[in-house]
């Protein structure tokens, strides 16, 4: 009798404890749930296939690299080397044979780009972001509103990629326009398929705007060298956010 007594004892002890080991793991501490949950998903992730990696090393000192922007004006002694390109364009000694390849190329593809512009001095800039200015200043603009609504037409003196050099406007040369209607060309349709082959890329997408703060231009290109055109291409990116300065 006593014996059974002691079994019944040990029976019920048992079944209490496990009862409280049950309610300890359905309630214990989120944070505890939260290791679990990581552990799990570090280890599913380790054992999933890993993506190759196609985007260029980004070198921050890389002189192609240079964003020239609103927030990051050309310094006042920037140095650079210039060449003469198709119609006397001036554009980087480093960027004269890409660009004169892709035009050349874009030709034999049966359409006519024309560079309408390439390097311009700050003298040059001050004169077309007056003009620009003053266009909505003559009607009724604030002298601020105007200076900032021009800046995502004309970029202000310091501010423009065109200082750099390795920037230039192609327009097809039936279609002389700087509007959205250029998309439309044929040149600009073969230039943002093909422009990253040579080292070049669209610099101011549309659905970038907001980062670029500059109105989608269709015509503008910017040399970056073509492993860094290839990975920006690949990645949808525009300069700033490739460089880490969006």
Not at 175 to 182: C, K, P
Not at 196 to 219: C, N, S
Request: charge should be neutral.
């Amino acid at each position: 009798m006593k014996l059974l007594s002691v079994i019944g004892a040990i029976v019920v002890a048992a079944a209490i404890a496990l009862v409280v080991v049950l309610a300890y793991r359905q309630n214990r501490a989120p944070e505890e749930n939260a290791k679990v949950s990581v552990q799990t998903t570090a280890a599913a992730t380790s054992a999933a296939p890993k993506k190759a990696v196609t985007a260029a090393p980004k070198d921050a000192e890389d002189p192609l690299l240079m964003v020239v922007n609103y927030q990051y004006p050309i310094e006042k002694d920037y140095k650079l080397e210039l060449t003469d390109s198709y119609h006397y364009s001036r554009v980087d000694k480093r960027a004269t044979a890409p660009l004169e390849q892709m035009l050349d190329d874009c030709r034999a593809a049966g359409y006519q780009p024309l560079i309408c512009s390439s390097y311009r001095s700050v003298e040059e800039q001050t004169t077309l972001y007056s003009r620009k200015v003053y266009q909505y200043t003559s009607t009724g603009s604030t002298q601020s509103d105007a200076e900032r609504e021009a800046a995502q037409w004309v970029a202000a003196p310091r501010t423009s990629e065109h200082h750099t050099g390795l920037a230039v406007d192609i327009v097809d040369a039936g279609y002389q326009e700087l509007d959205e209607g250029q998309m439309d060309t044929g040149t600009q349709q073969w230039l943002i398929k093909n422009c990253w082959k040579y080292g070049f890329i669209l610099r101011y997408p549309l659905e970038k705007k907001k980062i670029t703060h500059v109105h989608f231009e269709p015509w503008h290109y910017r040399y970056v060298g073509k492993a860094h055109a290839k990975a920006i291409t690949q990645a949808k990116l525009c300069l700033e956010e490739y460089v880490g300065k969006d």
